[in-house]
């Protein structure tokens, strides 16, 4: 269901986005960048993708808990329930992500969606492709107290659509609603990485839960909001994106001395490190002044990487729709398939050589493989001319990946780990 009003929902999210791009140009204040828009929206495109596999785990659980250890069984069809359980789901995600905030592991899939540095409707797209691994355990209450499984999946996506308006620095503060309801003024005090701002404003509909537990913060017109994360990402590849966490953790985990020091890691604020790794292997000091990301490209290569993002994101469209009816070692190919395409596209924005070779290599086995199997993933037979345009498609955009990307540039990408 989700997935389904998702896909559904995808051209009214893209046309806000282009309101939103739109009025701020009108008012001379574009807070958009190619770059970064196109890796936010990647981010939302993969962690669809991986929600395909991932269902198990959000949808699977819940289901296996409300039949076996549910107290009670709720009525479906009770408004009531409905209510309480919308506001019960939206006092588990103030906590899920609050803890998403206070401990390392949880942090580290939740660190997608601050990494961009502008502050925009794409971001709200950016989301992890991790969450779920541990996310489900803050929505076990719901299935002890028993609300039915078709509630939850609901109220989860409501919960998760009504955030999507409130990234946008196009909208200022809105009085009494500002004081009840997450709003875009709330939410952008919760995407800042200034001192006075940091770790609060968790709520997903209420602001009210940040009230009560002592989280809220008005966004102040003497501290403007600085956006990212204290640890830049400075990378487009948005597999990198959702392991860059998990990676540093792991890192200080097998370098730490002390047991204690290996397990307390994962579960430790993020920024606490082992006395012993952090002398060996000192961090860089965080720099509220430092300039965005912004790896200059040509015009060419900005619009062959859109044109290619924009290819894989509508394909993205069919693999939603199809991976049900297919075998799973065929979703799994495809997913593969659509992943190194965005992981290309994000490699290109950055300049970075050896993309072109990947992105080289992920055009000819395109082509070679519709034009000697004829098949689409899924077995999907393809007519002659459709065969024909996708390998004519795939021949083309190598040709034009060869001429606008011949010469040498400078490497960029992942300088924070390097």
């Given at each position: 269901m989700q997935e389904k009003v998702i896909t559904l929902a995808t051209p009214v999210f893209f046309l806000l986005i282009f309101i939103e791009l739109i009025v701020g140009w009108l008012r001379g204040r574009t807070t958009y960048r190619a770059n970064d828009a196109i890796n936010s929206i990647s981010l939302g495109v993969?962690?669809?993708?991986?929600?395909?596999?991932?269902?198990?785990?959000?949808?699977?659980?819940?289901a296996w808990l409300l039949q076996h250890v549910a107290l009670f069984k709720?009525?479906?069809?009770?408004?009531?329930?409905?209510?309480?359980?919308?506001?019960?789901?939206?006092?588990?995600?103030?906590?899920?992500?609050r803890m998403g905030h206070e401990v390392n592991v949880l942090w580290a899939a939740h660190v997608v969606h601050h990494q961009s540095e502008d502050y925009n409707l794409s971001t709200a797209l950016r989301q992890t492709s991790s969450g779920a691994l541990l996310g489900w355990i803050f929505y076990?209450?719901?299935?002890?107290?028993?609300?039915?499984?078709?509630?939850?999946?609901a109220v989860a996506l409501i919960d998760l659509l009504y955030q999507f308006w409130?990234?946008?620095?196009?909208?200022?503060?809105?009085?009494?609603?500002?004081?009840?309801?997450?709003?875009?003024?709330?939410?952008?005090?919760?995407?800042?990485?200034?001192d006075v701002y940091l770790d609060k404003n968790y709520g997903g509909i209420l602001i009210l839960w940040d009230r009560l537990f002592g989280t809220f913060i008005e966004e102040r017109d003497a501290e403007p909001v600085v956006?990212?994360?204290?640890?830049?990402?400075?990378?487009?590849?948005?597999?990198?994106?959702?392991?860059?966490?998990?990676?540093?953790?792991?890192?200080?985990?097998?370098?730490?001395?002390?047991?204690?020091?290996?397990?307390?890691?994962?579960?430790?604020?993020?920024?606490?490190?082992?006395?012993d790794v952090a002398a060996a292997w000192p961090g860089k000091p965080f720099d509220i002044g430092r300039p965005l990301y912004h790896?200059?490209?040509?015009?060419?290569?900005?619009?062959?990487?859109?044109?290619?993002?924009?290819?894989?994101?509508?394909?993205?469209?069919?693999?939603?729709?199809?991976?049900?009816?297919?075998?799973?070692?065929?979703?799994?190919?495809?997913?593969?398939?659509?992943?190194?395409?965005?992981?290309?596209?994000?490699?290109?924005?950055?300049?970075?050589?050896?993309?072109?070779a990947l992105e080289a290599l992920r055009l000819i086995a395109t082509a070679a493989g519709v034009a000697f199997g004829g098949i689409w993933f899924g077995g999907v037979a393809l007519p002659v001319p459709v065969q024909a345009a996708i390998a004519a498609s795939a021949i083309a955009s190598l040709a034009a990946l060869w001429i606008i990307f011949k010469q040498p540039t400078?490497?960029?990408?992942?300088l924070s780990h390097q």
């Open positions: 993969l962690s669809q993708i991986a929600g395909v596999f991932m269902r198990v785990v959000r949808i699977g659980i819940y709720l009525p479906a069809d009770s408004i009531w329930v409905w209510v309480s359980g919308l506001l019960l789901y939206d006092f588990c995600y103030y906590w899920l992500h076990v209450p719901m299935a002890l107290l028993g609300y039915p499984l078709e509630v939850f999946v409130v990234h946008t620095q196009q909208i200022g503060k809105l009085g009494w609603f500002d004081r009840v309801f997450v709003s875009p003024s709330n939410h952008r005090v919760h995407h800042a990485v200034n956006y990212g994360t204290r640890s830049p990402l400075r990378s487009w590849n948005p597999l990198w994106a959702n392991l860059e966490v998990y990676k540093a953790i792991w890192l200080d985990a097998w370098r730490a001395q002390h047991l204690k020091d290996k397990l307390r890691i994962w579960i430790a604020r993020p920024g606490w490190r082992p006395a790896p200059q490209l040509s015009r060419a290569a900005q619009l062959y990487c859109l044109l290619q993002f924009i290819i894989v994101l509508l394909i993205t469209t069919h693999f939603l729709a199809a991976h049900k009816a297919m075998p799973l070692a065929h979703s799994v190919a495809y997913a593969m398939w659509l992943g190194t395409g965005l992981w290309s596209v994000g490699g290109l924005m950055e300049r970075r050589a050896h993309y072109v400078a490497p960029h990408g992942h």
